[in-house]
């Protein structure tokens, strides 16, 4: 049974076959029994639960006595007392868009002419190595937050799932990121007048627009070559996007006085704001509570690596929460070890954060902040599960089961192959060995 | 006499013309042994402008090289005799002692063991903790890529030529750099400071103990050997071949290093000559000093030692018989991620592999990253396989990425145990460095480097309570005396949010170390 895993997973990888192939199991149901189920969810945590799965989504979510007396279900899997999470939600990463860092060829995650419609999604490459390796650390999703280009507003970040298949983009240009804060160049004044700036011209051109449409309801029907002039730019668009609050805007920002301004810019435009990085916001920490606004940040970065990130600690998440923050645990930048989230957050919570605010800075929080179907372990929900060997943060648990959409995945990666080969017994080369 | 009637020009080196210098020195010794006046040969050096002289001339002083022109001045902190009772203590040397106590006296552990006693020791109940020895990180860029990461502060490479051996690290530490407090407060005790990896030869590292100080030498390990920073692969190539410099291949490194060693085989066979010629009585020319080559030399000499940035199997086999071509040993492979494809050809050679549990992606170089690799290396007889961060956040978390390997080894056939994967972070590290003698393990007689965990170090939630160098605390989680703060952020960094966590953590903690009086047990 190892080795047949270990062959399909190879040719998986390797030959980079289509789909999973035949021998993991694709139940149309499942049901998972005798699971202590973290539902991140208003039920909070289950022991002896029972989670439901049909065609790609949670159907049920039973407690000890809930239960039905017979289960029906293709596959029913005994959990054995072990733990299962929501899969765990990456952020601030290249998922996707970035094979080897030294390999310019094999990056698209920036480009200079990129703007405010940039949609790196277009190059998300479903089949890379790093994909089946961050599995390994339960993830089942992330937000990927490219570069981007080199103005203010670098472009726009994307949704997927981990399944490594075609179809894994979930949401494409889900978000508009901002970069502000320190500039080698110039001012960082000049970076949020500028995104003010954009913002108010928006907001003008879609007052004007207001008008004219309500003066035109009133009238007759104006010249139709005028009708095309006010038409929209493809920028403009995503910027009433942000306006009107359907598109997050993440805002790359370290320093208080610029999370200050960010704030006031939310306040005065009535963004949906996330801010990212955010090494001093524990200084307001009030303020951006009060304000409702997500923080996105590291949990592990505690060195004063700038004069914008003198108070880096690895309390500042347990300190937010505490103010009544929503925080995000992200990977800040990382791609290759992103399935080492779990143990940022197990960091985190040696450093005061509690177990079950932890588990949501890594799940029911992104979900929250990009309106995404997933989590959380409650009904209609997205089956995007993991089950632990033990507790999901620890270093001696591993993934035992993981499903995506309800479809069990793989957990064998080219670093397993490696391995494999390189203990194997042979007298052969190892090139000989597959 | 001969001395005074050689002008002083002649007194240098031709070492343009070492054909001319050979046949003059045949020519005198075919001159003495004919027992040839002493004017005829005063006339014939002079002629030939001839360097070297006779046994019963007077001597100049004897010139030499200081080979510790910059000494530590390291003091140990104050320190009390301590007692640490009741823990479980991984010494370090493959052993786990449970219930057992640690005595630490005049810097020095002396006894370790169940049961012991000491009538002038202050005792520390340490019920619940782990003791474990100082944790040592072979590879770091602390105080010479600080925290921030400014412009001015960047003093890590001299990325100026492609061998530049007559650096050395230790002139670029700022002892300021935050991130040693943060490296302590992870139970970083020493740790070895390299220059970075653009060039062949990088220049010297040097090691330090963890304390805080306004000078380098108020760190510097005393009597720790220096190492060499040699790097192979991408990162050498990239940079010069950029420039249109040589290298721009990897043929053109190892062409790079041979040069290189030529020149230093030169040059020590110049400095021996000199020091045999000058203790048979000679009152030989003095060869020229020349910075790159003295440290090239400390290699040949078996002082310094190669730590050798280098990932790849194919590339460490090479540096194996480039050791081998030159005489020197090839030290330590530090980022080997392909050290498990040749872990029998490491071990067989005596060489070390400095390794991370599982960074990878970023160069071609590191892409067969496997998480196993420290205990594939590992498990070879006579392996030396250590975990190094090469990172100011991973430093602070050594045991944890010690503990990703034993755990992901162990979920894949190993059968590894917190004694054995501990000597990657300590004893191992200890031998990389060559300070085995002195610190690495908990053993009577070592240095009392010692880290009491609040548990298990191989757990994510395991905090370093306390820390000592040399029996000295040198942190404590719980009590602000003993956490140093760098002099760049006194003044303005924001202390109140810290202080609030850690004493809700404090009080928390129903384990915490009680202090009580000697004469237990």
Sequence with gaps: MKNTQLLTSLRYVLLGALTVTTSVVQAESIAITNATVYTVAKKGVLSQATVMVDEGKITAVYSNNEVPESLSADTIIDAKGRILTPGFIATYNLLGLIEVGAVSDTHDSSDKKADITFDASLAFNPKSTLIAYARKGGITSSLVMPYGGEDVITGQSFVVNLSGDFDSVIMPKNAVIASLGATEKGSRATKLQTLSNELEDAQKALTKAEKASSKKGKEDEEDEEEKEAKEPSRSELVLNGLLSGEKPLIAYADRATDILALLKLKQKFNLNLVLAGASDAVLISDEIAKANVVVMMSAIDNLPSSFDSLHNSLTNVAKLTDAGVKVIISNSGESYNINQLRFDAGVAVANGLAETSALAAITANVADSFNLNSGRIAVGKNADLVLWSSDPFEISTKVDAMWINGKAMSLKSRQDALRERYTAETDMPRAYTK | ?521
């Design chain 2, 1 to 521: 006499m001969l001395k005074t009637s050689l002008p002083r020009n002649l007194v240098t080196s031709n070492s343009k013309n070492k054909l001319t210098n050979k046949l003059i020195r045949q020519s005198i010794s075919q001159f003495i042994s004919k027992k040839t006046s002493f004017t005829i040969l005063t006339t014939v050096m002079l002629s030939l402008g001839l360097t070297a002289c006779l046994p019963n001339e007077k001597q100049d002083p004897k010139v030499g090289i200081n080979k510790n022109p910059y000494p530590s001045t390291y003091q140990a902190l104050p320190a009390i005799s301590t007692l640490l009772t009741n823990a479980t203590i991984l010494t370090g040397t493959g052993e786990r002692l449970n219930n057992a106590d640690i005595l630490l006296v005049n810097g020095k552990v002396t006894q370790v063991g169940n049961d012991l006693l000491a009538e002038q020791a202050t005792v520390i109940d340490m019920t619940g903790k782990w003791i474990t020895p100082g944790i040592i990180d072979v590879h770091s860029h602390l105080g010479v890529y600080p925290n921030p990461q400014v412009e001015s502060h960047s003093d890590g490479n001299e990325m100026t030529s492609p061998n530049t051996s007559e650096v050395w690290a230790e002139h670029s530490v700022w002892p300021q750099d935050p991130a040693f407090q943060a490296a302590r407060a992870g139970g970083i005790t020493s740790l070895q400071i390299l220059p970075g990896s653009a060039n062949l030869f990088g220049g010297r590292g040097v090691t330090l103990r963890n304390v805080p100080s306004e000078t380098m030498q108020g760190m510097k390990f005393a009597g720790a050997p220096y190492g060499l920073k040699m790097a192979c692969g991408e990162n050498p190539k990239r940079v010069y071949g950029s420039r249109k410099v040589l290298p721009s291949t990897r043929m053109g490194n190892v062409a790079g290093y041979r040069s290189a060693w030529l020149a230093a085989t030169e040059y020590k066979r110049a400095w021996d000559k000199y020091d045999s010629d000058y203790s048979a009585g000679k009152n030989s020319e003095v060869p020229k000093r020349d910075l790159a080559l003295d440290t090239l030399m400390g290699v040949l000499d078996g002082e310094i030692l190669i730590h050798n940035h280098c990932y790849k199997a194919e590339e460490m086999a090479v540096m194996i018989d480039l050791g081998k071509e030159f005489n020197y040993h090839s030290g330590t492979f530090h980022h080997a991620i392909e050290g498990y494809k040749i872990a029998d050809l490491l071990a067989a050679n005596g060489n070390c592999a400095a390794m991370w549990p599982d960074w990878w992606g970023f160069k071609m170089e590191a892409f067969d990253m496997v998480e196993e690799n420290v205990a594939i290396v590992d498990a070879v007889k006579n392996s030396c396989a250590v975990v190094h961060s090469d990172s100011a956040t991973t430093i602070q978390r050594l045991n944890q990425e010690a503990a990703k390997v034993m755990y992901r080894a162990n979920d894949n056939g190993f059968a590894l145990k917190e004694e054995d994967a501990i000597k990657w972070i300590t004893a191992n590290a200890a031998k990389s460095l060559g300070i085995n003698d002195e610190v690495g393990s908990l053993e009577a007689g070592k240095n009392a480097d010692v880290v009491v965990w609040n548990m298990n170090p191989f757990s994510v939630y395991a905090q370093a309570e306390q820390v000592f160098i040399d029996g000295a605390k040198v942190y404590d989680r719980f009590d602000e005396k003993y956490q140093a703060k760098s002099d760049f952020l006194l003044g303005q960094q924001l202390d109140n949010h810290v202080s609030k966590v850690v004493t809700q953590l404090e009080n928390n903690s129903t384990t915490n170390a009680a202090t009580k009086p000697a004469n237990k047990k």
